[in-house]
């Protein structure tokens, strides 16, 4: 069973793929088909804890596992294809090109999705990871326009920072510990000199954390999130935020409980990444004008709550009852908001596929003659924000809780961990503030344009009765999981620990702290919203441009600095007598001191010698494949259009050796080899600092 749910949605991709060629709709019966088969499936995994394991492929094979955790969020998986799978027929009615791409690698990244979520050791989620992040690249560059071929490249460029980092740190901790299963770690880990706070198992805890930080939406990897979201189908949004988000989550949680519980220090960086997190996607919500924009925000800081929960596990340490309550948040959160993302994502296809905009001046009271739609959004609305009686209520409650109880318990803390409570409370506030302006400006507020408000109140079709039902049907379980009976079983389920049965959601103290944080957020919203944001009738974005990360940062580092500082070094030395001999004989040499000093070194002497290993075999394969690799894209994924050059007298000399070149570059800085080129650095960097951590 556990090896069909990760093989069948590549069998129906294929089948999708062929049957496409004769019929969009034959497709689409036939993409829905798979995804109802393997939440079928999925629906036997609860209850049950088995394994299975395929041999022959790398080291020691893939492992697939069934548990509480596992097997609930298989079924979540699973229920979230299928309902955009449902919806995203009605989504595309108006559109022919690239659907059979798109049906193909939804369902390849369903199996591998499954594949992470069904994972025994770090190796198998990491197989699964990369095939997911590269799947789901074509979801984000879907449109093929200028914008959406930036954020895929962002996206694919994040993702591959993170995977080859990430793989990095699954090498030193197997070297380190003698195994990547989850089953063993602890163990594993426990019987080395120092344990988890050994230089060498650190800095794999900090590659981990960064390799499935970047999937998760982690500052300050988070920068594809809000840009790839408003630029991707709606149906493909709903599951970036609400699943593949998670894989990045699963991943840091489970090294989290496997290897660094009671560990202070990676505990305060998760804490102190997953506050930032937060708190910054908050306030890119609160101040974003663009629907999916604000709802791509807005997972982000429900990631940075769920990272604080992750923390708190891990700083309680063997302090059993902060850290089960803590946990049960973590994992309740997580199946909140995927589910919640599910509903909003969707509820903003409908509208996008009526008003055909997403900004909200533009689409200002088109929900106020929908009922169905608006108490779908509202349901996904007071879910998100915590408000009693609905699902995210007692998920924040306990990770809430969690921080309250780890304070109290961990000595040296206190101070911190309070500060951090009101950075919690403070953003939750902030949620309910720009989930009020969502709901208020599409379902409550009259447009401006009169004539664009008697469009939208007429339009009595704009979703058919399949797309109501998966919508509403969807929302429903908002207030199903908003009772303490269904939450609590559920995250005894889940974390395998019966004593958070015991749980009280509606103590007055825990209704204090959801009150003082729809408080600020009612507060924030009359405040910001209505006096800010609002002028003059329109809603106008002010967050400062020069406050792009990407932008500002990242993209002038890799494309101006390193490459100029590569290119004055060679311009003076010379490339063939200098930087050549440099990277064949200096590095190997400085590489083979190490490991001859530290002799036969567990962790030194294997690092070398995989590494410069590795480097000459793979930078051989990427000299030759690289560009051609980059080519067959650019003529089957994302197509190349010619511009036809506009009329005019002929450029000066300045001009035109200006013009010549950026043209001579523009292919270099353009180019897959160089992204590999800056990846190469990144990491030659990161080893450094995992050199000197084991040095010292």
């Known amino acids: 069973m ?115 979520m069904l994972s025994a050791d770090l190796m198998t989620a990491f197989v699964f990871f990369e095939i997911l992040s590269f799947t789901s690249f074509t979801w984000v560059i879907h449109e093929e326009t200028a914008e959406a071929v930036r954020a895929g490249y962002t996206y694919l460029f994040i993702a591959v920072i993170g995977g080859l980092v990430l793989f990095m740190g699954l090498l030193l901790l197997n070297t380190s510990a003698g195994t990547l299963a989850f089953g063993e770690l602890a163990e594993a880990v426990a019987e080395l000199p120092g344990g988890s706070a050994s230089p060498a198992i650190f800095a794999a805890g900090i590659c981990i954390l960064i390799g499935f930080g970047a999937k998760a939406g982690m500052f300050p990897v988070h920068v594809w999130l809000p840009k790839a979201h408003p630029v991707a189908p709606s149906p493909a949004s709903a599951l970036l935020s609400g699943i593949l988000t998670k894989v990045g989550i699963y991943g840091i949680l489970m090294t989290a409980l496997a290897v660094f519980r009671g560990n202070t220090r990676f505990g305060l960086i998760v804490f102190v990444l997953g ?241 003082i944080s729809l408080t600020i957020g009612a507060a924030l919203y009359l405040l910001v919203v209505r006096r800010i944001l609002l002028r003059r009738g329109s809603y106008v974005n002010l967050w400062p441009r020069g406050l792009d990360l990407e932008d500002r940062v990242m993209r002038p580092l890799l494309v101006r600095v390193l490459p100029g500082i590569f290119g004055f070094i060679a311009s003076i030395f010379g490339e063939n007598r200098i930087l050549r001999p440099l990277c064949r004989f200096l590095f190997p040499g400085v590489f083979g001191s190490v490991a001859s000093v530290f002799g036969e070194n567990r962790v030194l002497r294997p690092v070398c010698r995989f590494l410069l290993l590795a480097a000459s075999v793979v930078g051989r394969a990427l000299e030759v494949s690289t560009d051609s690799l980059i080519a067959l894209l650019r003529k089957t994924v994302v197509r190349e259009r010619k511009g036809i050059a506009p009329a005019g007298r002929k450029p000066g000399f300045f001009v035109e050796l200006r013009e010549g070149t950026r043209e001579a570059a523009e292919p270099i800085i353009q180019n897959f080899s160089f992204a590999m080129l800056m990846t190469c650095i990144g990491i030659v960097l990161i080893l450094g600092v995992l050199v000197l951590s084991v040095l010292r």
């Open 2 to 116: 556990l090896i069909l749910l990760v093989i069948l949605p590549f069998i129906g991709a294929l089948a999708a793929a062929a049957a496409a060629r004769k019929s969009g709709r034959a497709a689409d019966i036939c993409m829905n088909v798979t995804a109802a088969a393997v939440f079928a499936l999925s629906l036997a995994l609860p209850g049950h804890d088995f394994g299975f394991r395929i041999p022959g492929v790398l080291a020691s094979g893939l492992a697939l596992k069934t548990d509480g955790f596992r097997s609930v969020y298989a079924v979540i998986t699973a229920f979230m294809w299928l309902g955009t799978s449902l919806f995203s027929p009605e989504y595309f009615r108006h559109e022919q090109e690239h659907l059979g791409r798109y049906r193909f690698f939804v369902l390849v990244t369903l199996g591998a999705t499954e594949g992470v």
């Open 275 to 515: 506050e930032i997190t937060m708190s910054l996607g908050a306030v890119l919500a609160l101040f974003s004008v663009n629907l999916k924009r604000t709802l791509a925000c807005s997972s982000m800081s429900q990631i940075g709550f769920i990272l604080t929960g992750i923390s708190m596990t891990v700083l309680a340490g063997a302090h059993e009852e902060a850290a089960v309550t803590a946990l049960s948040g973590v994992m309740l959160h997580m199946v909140n908001h995927s589910l919640i993302k599910l509903v909003l994502f969707m509820a903003a296809g409908v509208v996008l596929m009526n008003a055909h905009a997403l900004t909200l001046d533009e689409i200002r009271g088109f929900g106020r003659r929908k009922p169905l739609l608006k108490a779908a959004f509202a349901l996904g609305a007071l879910g998100i924000s915590g408000v009693p009686l609905f699902s995210g209520y007692i998920s924040k409650t306990l990770l809430h809780e969690g921080i309250v109880e780890t304070a109290e318990e961990v000595a040296g803390l206190h101070g911190l961990l309070h500060a951090g409570e009101w950075v919690f409370l403070v953003s939750g506030g902030i949620t309910f503030a720009y989930m009020l302006k969502l709901f208020i400006a599409i379902f409550l507020e009259k447009n401006s344009d009169p004539s664009r408000q008697a469009v939208y109140d007429g339009q009595s079709g704009y979703m058919n009765a399949l797309s109501g039902s998966v919508i509403f049907g969807s929302s429903l379980l908002m207030a199903v999981l908003g009772q303490p009976a269904v939450m609590t079983r559920l995250a005894a389920l889940m974390t395998g620990e019966s004593s958070i049965l015991e749980f009280r959601a509606f103590t007055p103290g825990n209704l204090k702290g959801g009150m």
